[in-house]
């Protein structure tokens, strides 16, 4: 079944304390990204590959990093995280990432950090 | 600069109609519509392209002025499952960036 996987689906963390959300896609995009979803702001860009070893800046990427080294993953960690980084977030992928194209969504990971 | 959407929430009755708007200050070039029930991930609904190509949904349609810069999502004779949040997407210049608009919760009564 064609899908994109993140884990872990929930997780409660404390200030600082270095942690990753994984990102796994069976599809063979190119595509992949990162939002965060916050009450009355939206689905929010954190960062995007367009392929391997290739990521860019969305509109909200501080105190995130991103790496992406094979084309299936793109985990997405938090150095040192604070609690304005307490929010759902959202993994998605599509072929190339054009215009014309579906994004197709993870299930989401919902973080709180205390 | 994120897309703008209007309503921000709409009630509705089962069988009515209902427009959702979206609007940028930037040149679009192709608009996306997804639907976030509760809890759960977007799906995809719609994409309509620059020069009138549409892909997507059998029973939702949406209409995509370029020059305004505008696009609307029609939701006719409504069902109780097209209740959830719905959002607008829009790709900044060559594709990469996807911007979301804030969403507009709709809700069908019965």
């Known amino acids: 079944e064609a899908q994109v996987t993140q884990n872990p689906r929930y997780l409660i963390t404390v200030t600082g304390k270095k942690l990753t959300v994984t990102c796994s896609q069976n599809?063979?995009?190119?595509?992949m990204s990162w939002y965060r979803q916050d009450p009355g702001l939206g689905l929010r860009q954190i960062y995007y590959?367009?392929?391997?070893?290739?990521?860019d800046k969305g509109d909200v990427p501080e105190g995130y990093k991103v790496s992406r080294k094979e084309k299936r993953n793109f985990p997405l960690i938090l150095e040192s995280p604070s609690p304005n980084q307490t929010s759902l977030y959202f993994c998605?992928?599509?072929?190339?990432?054009?215009?014309?194209?579906?994004?197709?969504f993870g299930p989401g990971t919902r973080l709180l950090v205390l | 600069q994120q897309p703008v959407q209007s309503p921000q929430a709409v009630i509705l009755r089962e069988g009515e109609d209902a427009v959702i708007n979206c609007s940028s200050s930037?040149?679009?070039?192709?608009v996306h519509w997804y639907r976030q029930k509760h809890g759960e991930a977007p799906v995809f609904l719609m994409i309509?392209?620059?020069?009138?190509e549409q892909k997507g949904h059998e029973k939702i349609s949406a209409s995509f002025n370029e020059k305004k810069q505008q696009s609307s999502l029609y939701l006719t004779a409504s069902q109780l499952s097209y209740s959830g949040t719905y959002f607008c997407?829009?790709?900044?210049?060559?594709?990469?960036?996807?911007?979301f608009g804030q969403g507009t919760e709709l809700s069908v009564k019965p």
């Open positions: 998605a992928s599509s072929d190339r990432g054009t215009w014309g194209e579906t994004q197709y």
């Open positions: 599809m063979n995009h190119e595509y």
């Open positions: 590959s367009m392929n391997v070893e290739v990521t």
């Open positions: 930037k040149a679009l070039y192709s």
């Open positions: 309509l392209l620059k020069g009138g």
């Open positions: 997407g829009t790709f900044d210049n060559q594709g990469g960036k996807l911007i």
